[in-house]
């Protein structure tokens, strides 16, 4: 921002004085005179295009109106979702109801393991039994039909029925 002042010279001025020392004996100066001016250019610029900046964002804004196949294609995008969500449960259900499945077949089979292991301990205590018991002798007599000639010999080297 400026001001205009109409006791100073519009023109600003500056003098700047070097000196150059070459020796002792011999001494240079150099006068410069700078001439100072303010210019809003800047500003003007950095104004206008504010303003180009905000008519662009409310034309981008304002200027679109309802797209009607932008909502299709997001509806359409929702419904292949939803269908891809409900997939997704679907196998999920088929995946857990599988996998109870393999569960109730393992129970059976370790049942089946189980049931096999007790009947082969109660053969196993059964056949113990029995080895460890007396044996069991039956007497009876038995009337052994006589050969022709009536009397029945025995020897060690006849077979026996």
């Known amino acids: 921002m400026t001001h205009y002042d109409p006791n100073n010279d519009p023109e600003r001025r500056e003098t700047i004085i070097t000196e150059t ?6 001494v240079t100066e150099t006068v410069e005179t700078v001439v100072v001016r303010e210019s809003n250019t800047g500003w003007w610029i950095a104004g206008i295009l504010g303003g180009v900046v905000l008519i662009a964002v ?3 804004l304002f200027a679109r109106g ?3 196949q932008t909502d ?3 509806l359409e995008a929702q419904m292949d ?5 409900a997939q997704a449960d679907s196998a999920l259900i088929q995946g857990q109801v599988a ?3 393999a569960s109730v077949d393992i129970a059976r ?4 393991r189980s049931q096999a292991d007790a ?3 109660a053969s196993e205590a059964r056949a113990a039994e029995a080895r460890a018991s007396t044996p069991v002798v039956i007497e009876r007599e038995v009337q052994v039909p006589a050969p022709s000639g009536g009397v029945a010999v025995v020897t060690p080297t006849s077979p026996q029925n």
């Open 66 to 68: 309802p797209d009607t």
């Open 99 to 101: 996998g109870a499945q």
């Open 81 to 85: 979702a939803a269908a891809a969500q």
């Open 119 to 121: 009947i082969r301990a």
């Open 58 to 60: 409310f034309w981008i």
């Open 21 to 26: 020392v070459v020796s002792p004996a011999h």
């Open 109 to 112: 089979a370790d049942a089946a």
């Open 72 to 74: 299709e294609a997001l």
